[in-house]
């Protein structure tokens, strides 16, 4: 299980890195960006990547991020 693994991703609001476990993205959690305060709730579509994800391994952390989308909550 990869669900404590931890990922990087930038923030859509103010483009720093900021970090987020894969259980997050699974369960459509939002994060809260802790530079700028922003909300971000991961879309449904992202959980197929999660899956592609745990079948690949740990290869595809980078390749997650290109394909992952995010909504803000304003
Ligand atoms: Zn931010």
């Keep these: ?7 990087e ?6 483009k720093k890195n900021l970090t987020y ?5 699974q ?4 994060i809260k960006c ?4 922003d909300e971000i709730k991961f879309e449904e ?3 197929g990547a999660v899956r592609k994800l745990e079948e690949k391994t ?4 980078e390749d997650i991020d290109k394909k ?5 909550k304003k």
């Design 45 to 47: 579509s992202s959980s």
């Design 21 to 25: 476990t894969v259980d997050q993205l």
């Design 58 to 61: 740990k290869q595809s952390l």
């Design 68 to 72: 992952i989308t995010v909504t803000m």
């Design 9 to 14: 991703m930038k923030c859509p609001s103010c």
């Design 1 to 7: 299980m990869l669900s404590n693994e931890e990922m």
């Design 34 to 37: 802790p530079h700028c305060g």
């Design 27 to 30: 369960k459509g959690q939002s």
